[in-house]
Structures are given as structure tokens and as C-alpha cells.
């Protein structure tokens, strides 16, 4: 069977899409930029950071364009003053609460859209310490995002090993394992997945992580090295 196209415009350039496309992909057709933070190609999209805001004609509120299909005869504004506000709003409150000091993509946002990261000082700022629970990589939940990316790539979306999940509510949110266990006694199987998608220095390889503290590297292989607990805490307490 043919496939149906539709029509839409998005900031004025008319382009024809298959029916069912996400408005992101409509615009990635046209060269349109859309910033997006919880959006990953390789995982499934949920709409949770709200970056990808994109006005619509017509329309209430805003759509996520990572999860809206565009619909035919739609008439789309990425850069409306109410998608800025919108997006510079997003960003002052994750400024505020999270530690962005490693993820250059943001940094440029938050220039791009001028935020005012002060807006919200003052504001409570997560800050938990950094999980050092294994010998492949360390969590620094301070920079989280909680795009979720870690908890799909772990789940059905690659691994299928369910290691990580979120734990906590509201402000308190955060991703974790289960009853907080350390990630060797979880179903975990390092594979390393969870780093790969991370946008940000939440998730980072310990060899990484132990050349920022300016550890020796024959020191770092020693005890990086997939070995029985006994001897990984020996390596680690002749450092
Ligand atoms: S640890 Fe990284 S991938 Fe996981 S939710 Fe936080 S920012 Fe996203
Ligand atoms: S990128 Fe679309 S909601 Fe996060």
C-alpha cells in the first residue's frame, strides 16, 4: 500500500512528511533545529524535559515535538517568543537544581536563549553524593537531568536487565537501584549502555573519573579490572 503524506509548515517552509512522523523528524527534514535533552534516536521518546516545545497554530499549549505527530494542514513556530520563554524558563530551573558544569550542549543553550540562571537562587540544588559502587563507573546524581535515557537503555529499550529505575518523589525523584543496592549486588552486567546515553557527567567510567582526580594510570587498571570484591578493596586501599 502507498504510503500517505501530509503537509504541514513549520516556520514557514512547507514540507511533506509520511503521516505519523514526530514533528522533530518533520523539522530535522527541513534542517529545522530543535534542541532537545530527554530525546535519544535510539530510545523511546516520552516527552519528559519539554525542551522540544514547539508552538502550533491553533493549538493550547505547546507540543513536545519529540513525541507530537504532525498533523497535516499544521502551521508550526520553533523559535515563537512563547517556545523561548518556554525553553529559557526550562533551563533557569535546571540550572538552578543541577550541576551543568559537564555538559557543554546545555552551556550553549542556556548563551543561546540568555537565561537568567539566577532567577531562581537560592532554590534548593540536588546534591548527593557521588556513588563510587563498582570498578566500571561512578553515578554523580548532581548532574542528573532525569531524562531516563539510563533506565530505557537498561530496560526494553536494550539491555533487559531492569538495573536501574527511578526511586524518590517529587523533588526527592532521583534514578537509582533497587532498595538503593550497590550495582554489584543488582542485576547489572556493566555494559556500559547507561554511560553511553547519559547527556551529562552523571553516569562516567571510572578509569575516566579516576584520571580527573589525577590517579595514576597503572594504579586505575589495577583496580578497574573486573576482580573478586576482596581483592578490588586491597588495590584501592594501597592508593
Ligand atoms: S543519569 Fe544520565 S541518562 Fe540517567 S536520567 Fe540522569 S542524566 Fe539521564
Ligand atoms: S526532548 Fe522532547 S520532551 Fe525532552
Redesign the pocket.
Known amino acids: 500500500m502507498a504510503e500517505e503524506y501530509i503537509q504541514l509548515t513549520i516556520n514557514s517552509t512547507p514540507i511533506s512528511v509520511p503521516a505519523g512522523t514526530t514533528i522533530l523528524d518533520a523539522a530535522k527534514d527541513a534542517d529545522i533545529d530543535i534542541p532537545v535533552l530527554c530525546y535519544f534516536a535510539h530510545t523511546t521518546a516520552n516527552g519528559l524535559c519539554r525542551l522540544c516545545v514547539v508552538e502550533i497554530e491553533g493549538s493550547r499549549m505547546l507540543q513536545a515535538a519529540c513525541v507530537a505527530e504532525a498533523q497535516d494542514g499544521a502551521v508550526v513556530h520553533t523559535r515563537s517568543p512563547n517556545v523561548e520563554r518556554a525553553r529559557r524558563t526550562i533551563l533557569e530551573m535546571l540550572v538552578s537544581t543541577v550541576d551543568i558544569s559537564e555538559s557543554p550542549e546545555l552551556q550553549e543553550l542556556v548563551v543561546e536563549y540568555e537565561c537568567f540562571p539566577e532567577r531562581f537562587e537560592g532554590g534548593k540544588k540536588r546534591q548527593p553524593a557521588i556513588i563510587d559502587d563498582n570498578p566500571v563507573y561512578v553515578?554523580d546524581?548532581s548532574?542528573?537531568?532525569?531524562?531516563?535515557?539510563?533506565?530505557q537503555v537498561c530496560a526494553d529499550d536494550a539491555q533487559f536487565t531492569y538495573a536501574l529505575n527511578f526511586s524518590g518523589r517529587g523533588f526527592d525523584t532521583q534514578?537509582a537501584t533497587f532498595f538503593d543496592k550497590p550495582l554489584t549486588e543488582t542485576t547489572c552486567v556493566f555494559c556500559g549502555n547507561?554511560i553511553g546515553?547519559?547527556?551529562?557527567g552523571?553516569?562516567k567510567a571510572k578509569r575516566e573519573h579516576l584520571l580527573e582526580q589525577g590517579v595514576p594510570p597503572e594504579k586505575i587498571m589495577e583496580f578497574t579490572r573486573l576482580k573478586s570484591k576482596r581483592k578490588q578493596s586491597r588495590a584501592e586501599d594501597a592508593l
Request: proline share 5%; glycine share 0%; charged share 10%.
Open positions: 553515578r546524581y548532574q542528573c537531568v532525569m531524562c531516563w535515557r539510563c533506565v534514578i547507561c546515553v547519559c547527556p551529562t552523571a553516569l
